[in-house]
């Protein structure tokens, strides 16, 4: 595709629901990150791949959250047993390879999750 | 980790520059400094990029002092369409994690 697409766009949810979020990276990229972002607030790191390995998941806020990313793609951000607190857009971005500030990462659009 | 750190918000009108600092302190010696801009719903895109001295494009300029613990984002010439949320992105020397700043609220008046 011509971005990174990440859905759904909006997700509701009740607590102590899981949810899945996905996200699609633009082809050929081989680094692909998770950000959270609370309303107003600034970005919080989540996770990062290289590939299809997670070589930092020091980001996640809980063992309630958990990521993977097959074959070098897309890649699904796991939260189960939601919180209000998970409430966020959560970002995903990717780019053409690993972790420098060089490397410019292109961001979908994100998911809106709010859990009631 | 350290913190890389901007001014929360700005405020200024049509037609004037606009300088935004980024300070970074433990910035990473052999990465480059790069800046992001986010409008509301939607996710950052990138803006500029540099390693030292002046860098210029269609749309910004950056400034980066010779020990490269700050940065300055310069946009000359405002328009209402550049009201948005300014990050400023480095890596970090202690830990090799990508840090954001905590950005900066630009606001653009007629």
């Known amino acids: 595709g011509a971005g990174v697409s990440q859905s759904p766009s909006n997700k509701v949810t009740e607590k102590g629901k899981d949810v899945e979020l996905r996200c699609d990276p633009i082809?050929?990229?081989?680094?692909l990150y998770w950000y959270r972002q609370r309303l107003g607030q600034g970005l919080e790191f989540l996770i990062y791949?290289?590939?299809?390995?997670?070589?930092?998941k020091s980001g996640l806020p809980s063992d309630r959250f958990s990521a993977e990313r097959t074959g070098e793609s897309v890649s699904t951000l796991t939260i189960q047993r939601t919180q209000q607190e998970d409430s966020a857009v959560y970002l995903c971005?990717?780019?053409?390879?690993?972790?420098?500030?060089?490397?410019?990462?292109?961001f979908g659009a994100g998911t809106r999750l709010s859990v009631l | 980790l350290a913190k890389t750190t901007q001014p929360i918000s700005m405020d200024s009108y049509e037609g004037q520059e606009v300088n935004i600092t980024c300070s970074h302190n433990?910035?990473?010696?052999?990465?480059?400094i790069t800046w992001y801009q986010q409008f509301p719903s939607q996710g950052p895109r990138f803006i500029i990029q540099?390693?030292?001295t002046k860098v210029t494009n269609e749309v910004a300029s950056l400034f980066i002092p010779a020990d490269r613990k700050s940065s300055t984002l310069s946009l000359p010439r405002v328009s209402l369409s550049d009201t948005a949320v300014y990050y400023c992105?480095?890596?970090?020397?202690?830990?090799?994690?990508?840090?954001f700043g905590t950005g900066t609220r630009l606001q653009v008046f007629p």
């Open positions: 971005a990717s780019s053409l390879a690993g972790i420098l500030a060089k490397n410019i990462q292109y």
């Open positions: 082809s050929g990229h081989t680094a």
């Open positions: 791949f290289q590939g299809n390995s997670a070589p930092d």
């Open positions: 433990n910035i990473a010696t052999n990465d480059y």
């Open positions: 540099g390693y030292k």
């Open positions: 992105l480095v890596g970090d020397i202690g830990t090799d994690k990508l840090i």
